[in-house]
C-alpha cells in the first residue's frame, strides 16, 4: 500500500512540474498587415497561419491580423487568399521582449480560377520590388545583425553576397562586379538618399560606420545590375532601403551597449485608438566617452552620433504619411608629431582635422485611386558637410597647411510615382524625380609634395535634375514576367541628359527552375565638385576644364538561373557583362587616370568623357536558408574588370581581382524550452589582391615622392586576400524582456591582408601598408 502511495504522489508531483513548465512556456504576439504586392493595398479575408501549433487568424477589413500566445523560438508562417499565390514567411524569430510585426506581400495570380487558392513555392530571398528580376534580392535585418562580423552595417553584410568584396578594411565601401564603390546608389522610402554613413568622404559611397540603425530598418532589396527603370544615376547597384513602422498598440524599447556606441531605440503609439506610430534611435559614439575618461584606443580623437526616427500617420480618407530621416555627426583630429626625433615615417610628420556631417529628413504620403491605382510621392531635404584641414612637419616646431578643403550640399528632392494595376496580367509604373541643389565646394591643395599649394575649386552655386521612368510588367502566365521601360536623366548644369531603356524577361521553367535575361543602359552624373575644378590655361588664366563633362554610362547585360534543390537549398548562376562608355579620363594621353579607379572624393584634374571600360564575369552560388536553426552562403565569382585612357592603352582596373569566394554560416542552439539561444556564426572570404601600378624608385628618390610607370599602371596585383569573421552570441527570453550578449571579431587570425605600396621619402624605399588587424567587438541589446 505504500508503495502504491509512492507512486500516486511521484505521478502527480510529475503532473504538477509538467504543468508548471507548460504554464511557465514564454509567448509573444504575432500581428501585422496583409497586401498586394504591387499597390501594397490591405488584403481582407487572407488567412494566417502557423506551422507546427496550429494557430492562425484572419486579415480584417483594412489587411490586419493577430495571433496572440504564440511560444518563443522560430516560426513559419503560411497567407493563402483567393486570387493570390500562397505567401510563406520562413524563420519569424519570436522573442518576449517585443511583439512580431509582419507586412506580408502576396503576388497576384494571374490565372485566377473562382474560389481557387493558389500554392507555389516563394523563395526567400526574392525582391520585394516585383520589376526586379535578375542581380536583385532581398536581404532582412536578421542578416545584418546575424552575419559575422556585419555588425547591423548593409554594406558589410553585402561582403557575403556573389561578386561583392569590401575595398578597404578600414571602411564599408564595397566593389560590385569590378566597379568603383562611388557607382552605388542609396534610396529610402523610395526617395534618393545622400551617403548615409559616417566618416564619409565627398563623391563616395560608404564610409566608416552605417548611421542608420538596425531598429529602423525593414526588409529591403539590394540590386547589382541591369536595374528596373525606376532606379537612376547609379552604374553598380543600388541600395533600397525601407523602414519598419513602430509598435502602435504598446510602446517597447531597445538599449544595446557595446564598443561602437551606446543606443537607445523607442517605439509606441502615437495615441490611444490610433494607428499611427513612432520609432526613434539615438546612438552617442563608445570611443568618444572613453576618449574624454582618458582612454584613448584609436589614433587621434574620433567621434560620431547619430539619430534616426520614422513616424507613420495614417488617416482614414486622406491616405498615409511618414515622416522619416536620419542624421550623423563625425570627426576625427590626429595630431602632428611636431618632434622630428620621433618621427619613423614620412606619415608621422602629417596630421589634420576631418568632420563629415549628414542629414536627411522626408515626408511622403500614399493614397489609394479607385480600386487599382496608387499613388505615392515625398518631400525630402538633405544636408552634407564634409572638411578636411591637412598640416605637414616639415621640421620640428613647423608646421605648413598643404591640403584644405570644404564641400557644403543642400539637396530638395520632389517626387512623385503612380503604380496601377490593369486587369490580371498588366502593371505600370511611372514617376518623376526633381532636385534642386545648392552647394558651396572650397579646395586648397597641391599637384605633389614639391608644388605649392593653390585654389583648385571655390565655387557657390545651384544647378537642378530631373529624372522620369515609365516601366510595364506583363505576366501572360504565372510562369511568364515580362518589364520593359524606361529612364531619362537630366543636368541642368549643363544640359547634358540620357535616355536609358531598360528590359527583363523570367520564365519559371517548373517548380525547380527558372531561367531570366536582363537588360539595361545606365548613366550616372559626375560627383558635382568635378565639374567646377579650375586650372590655369596656357595664357596664364584659370578656367574650368570639367564644366561640359557628360555622364559616365554602361550597357548591362545579365542571365540568370536558379535550380531549387529543396525547401530550403538554393543554387544559383549569373553571366553578366557590362560595356561602360564615355568615361570621364585625363585629358593627356600620357596620363593613366580613370575614374573607374576611385573610391571617392572631388577630382580636380582636367578630364574628358572618351574612356572605356568592361566587366564581366560569373557568378555562382549555393544557398541554405535557415531551417533547423541552420544556414549557409557559398558563392564564387570569376571576372574581368578593365579600362581604357585616352592613351589607348587596355589596362586593369585598380579593382580587377580576378576571383572571390566567400562563405558565410550559422548554427544557433535552442533550449527546449526556447528561452536561451546559442549562436555561432562564421564569415571566410578569399579573393584576389585588388592591382597596383609599379614605382619608379629611382625617380620617386630624385623627386621625393612617389612616380609611378604610368604605361604599366595597375599591372601588378597584390597577395590574395584572405580574411575570417566569427560571431558568437547568447540570447535570453524573460518575462516581457529578451537580452543578448555577443562578441564579432573581424579577421580573427590577424592576417596581413596588403592595402597598398608608395615610396616613403623619409625612409628613401617603398613601403607596404596593411589593412586592419583583429577587431573584436563586443555588445549587449536589451528589448523589453
Do not use: C
Not at 415 to 427: D, M, P, V
Not at 682 to 689: E, Q, R
Amino acid at each position: 500500500m505504500a508503495t502504491q502511495n509512492k507512486k500516486y504522489l511521484i505521478t502527480i508531483i510529475a503532473s504538477v512540474f509538467v504543468t508548471l513548465l507548460t504554464y511557465a512556456q514564454f509567448t509573444q504576439t504575432i500581428r501585422g498587415r496583409v497586401v498586394d504586392q504591387l499597390l501594397q493595398k490591405p488584403l481582407a479575408g487572407a488567412t494566417v497561419s502557423i506551422d507546427g501549433i496550429n494557430k492562425s487568424g484572419i486579415t480584417q477589413s483594412d489587411g490586419s491580423f493577430r495571433i496572440k500566445d504564440v511560444p518563443v523560438g522560430s516560426h513559419q508562417l503560411q497567407v493563402s487568399f483567393i486570387g493570390f499565390k500562397e505567401a510563406t514567411l520562413e524563420n519569424i524569430v519570436v522573442n518576449t521582449g517585443k511583439e512580431v510585426v509582419l507586412t506580408i506581400s502576396m503576388e497576384t495570380d494571374v490565372e485566377m480560377q473562382q474560389e481557387v487558392v493558389v500554392h507555389a513555392k516563394s523563395r526567400k530571398n526574392k525582391p520585394l520590388n516585383e520589376m526586379s528580376t535578375v542581380s536583385a534580392r532581398a536581404f532582412t535585418v536578421e542578416e545584418t545583425q546575424k552575419y559575422a562580423a556585419a555588425v547591423n552595417d548593409p554594406l558589410r553584410m553585402a561582403t557575403s553576397f556573389a561578386g561583392v568584396v569590401a575595398a578597404d578594411d578600414g571602411n564599408n565601401h564595397i566593389v560590385i562586379r569590378g566597379n568603383s564603390p562611388a557607382g552605388l546608389l542609396w534610396r529610402m522610402e523610395g526617395v534618393d538618399i545622400p551617403n548615409p554613413n559616417h566618416y564619409a568622404t565627398a563623391g563616395s559611397s560608404g564610409g566608416g560606420i552605417s548611421i542608420l540603425s538596425a531598429q529602423l530598418l525593414s526588409n529591403s532589396d539590394f540590386v547589382t545590375g541591369a536595374f528596373a527603370s525606376e532606379y537612376g544615376n547609379a552604374l553598380s547597384g543600388v541600395f533600397d532601403l525601407k523602414l519598419r513602422k513602430g509598435n502602435n498598440e504598446r510602446k517597447e524599447y531597445t538599449l544595446q551597449a557595446g564598443l561602437l556606441g551606446l543606443n537607445i531605440a523607442a517605439e509606441g503609439p502615437i495615441a490611444p485608438f490610433y494607428k499611427g506610430s513612432y520609432l526613434i534611435n539615438y546612438r552617442y559614439s563608445t570611443l568618444s566617452l572613453l576618449s574624454k575618461m582618458g582612454l584613448d584606443i584609436t589614433e587621434g580623437t574620433t567621434n560620431f552620433q547619430d539619430l534616426s526616427y520614422n513616424i507613420y500617420l495614417p488617416t482614414r480618407r486622406a491616405g498615409d504619411f511618414t515622416f522619416f530621416g536620419f542624421g550623423g555627426l563625425s570627426s576625427q583630429n590626429a595630431a602632428v608629431e611636431k618632434d622630428s626625433l620621433k618621427w619613423d615615417s614620412e606619415g608621422d610628420r602629417y596630421g589634420g582635422k576631418f568632420n563629415a556631417n549628414t542629414s536627411a529628413a522626408g515626408i511622403t504620403h500614399s493614397i489609394f485611386i479607385g480600386n487599382n491605382t496608387q499613388l505615392k510621392s515625398a518631400v525630402s531635404l538633405s544636408y552634407t558637410e564634409n572638411n578636411y584641414d591637412e598640416q605637414y612637419a616639415e621640421k620640428t616646431g613647423s608646421l605648413s597647411n598643404t591640403y584644405r578643403d570644404n564641400y557644403k550640399t543642400t539637396k530638395w528632392i520632389v517626387s512623385s510615382s503612380l503604380n496601377r494595376k490593369i486587369g490580371l496580367k498588366h502593371a505600370l509604373r511611372t514617376g518623376i524625380i526633381a532636385n534642386s541643389i545648392r552647394f558651396n565646394y572650397f579646395q586648397k591643395s597641391r599637384e605633389n609634395p614639391n608644388a605649392p599649394v593653390l585654389e583648385r575649386m571655390n565655387t557657390s552655386d545651384n544647378t537642378q535634375t530631373l529624372q522620369a521612368f515609365a516601366q510595364w510588367q506583363y505576366k501572360p502566365y504565372n510562369k511568364i514576367t515580362f518589364n520593359a521601360g524606361v529612364h531619362y536623366l537630366s543636368l541642368l548644369l549643363n544640359n547634358t541628359n540620357s535616355i536609358e531603356p531598360r528590359a527583363s524577361l523570367k520564365w519559371d521553367i517548373d517548380k525547380k527552375n527558372s531561367l531570366a535575361i536582363g537588360y539595361g543602359l545606365h548613366g550616372q552624373i559626375q560627383p558635382l565638385g568635378v565639374y567646377f575644378a579650375k586650372t590655369k590655361s596656357a595664357e596664364g588664366e584659370w578656367v574650368y576644364p570639367n564644366k561640359n563633362l557628360g555622364f559616365t554610362k554602361a550597357h548591362h547585360f545579365v542571365l540568370s538561373y536558379n535550380h531549387a534543390f529543396g525547401k530550403n537549398l538554393r543554387f544559383k548562376t549569373e553571366f553578366y557583362y557590362q560595356d561602360l562608355f564615355d568615361v570621364p579620363v585625363s585629358v593627356y594621353d600620357t596620363s593613366s587616370f580613370s575614374t573607374l579607379n576611385i573610391q571617392g572624393d572631388y577630382v580636380t584634374e582636367p578630364l574628358t568623357n572618351k574612356g572605356k571600360g568592361k566587366n564581366y564575369g560569373v557568378e555562382v552560388s549555393l544557398e541554405k536558408y535557415l531551417s533547423n536553426n541552420f544556414y549557409f552562403l557559398l558563392n564564387n565569382s570569376l571576372y574581368e574588370s578593365k579600362y581604357t585612357a585616352l592613351d589607348g592603352i587596355n589596362r586593369n582596373t585598380r579593382y580587377n581581382g580576378n576571383y572571390v569566394s566567400n562563405f558565410t554560416a550559422g548554427k544557433d542552439i535552442v533550449s527546449k524550452n526556447g528561452r536561451r539561444t546559442i549562436g555561432a556564426n562564421i564569415k571566410m572570404i578569399y579573393a584576389g589582391g585588388f592591382r597596383h601600378s609599379p614605382i619608379d624608385l629611382d625617380r620617386s628618390r630624385n623627386e621625393g615622392y612617389t612616380i609611378v610607370d604610368e604605361k604599366a599602371a595597375f599591372s601588378l596585383q597584390n597577395a590574395a586576400y584572405f580574411r575570417t569573421d566569427i560571431r558568437v552570441s547568447v540570447k535570453w527570453n524573460r518575462k516581457n524582456l529578451t537580452s543578448t550578449l555577443s562578441l564579432d571579431i573581424q579577421n580573427v587570425s590577424n592576417r596581413q591582408n596588403v592595402y597598398n605600396r608608395n615610396f616613403d621619402p623619409f625612409k628613401g624605399e617603398v613601403v607596404t601598408s596593411y589593412q586592419t588587424g583583429i577587431i573584436p567587438i563586443l555588445n549587449y541589446k536589451i528589448e523589453f
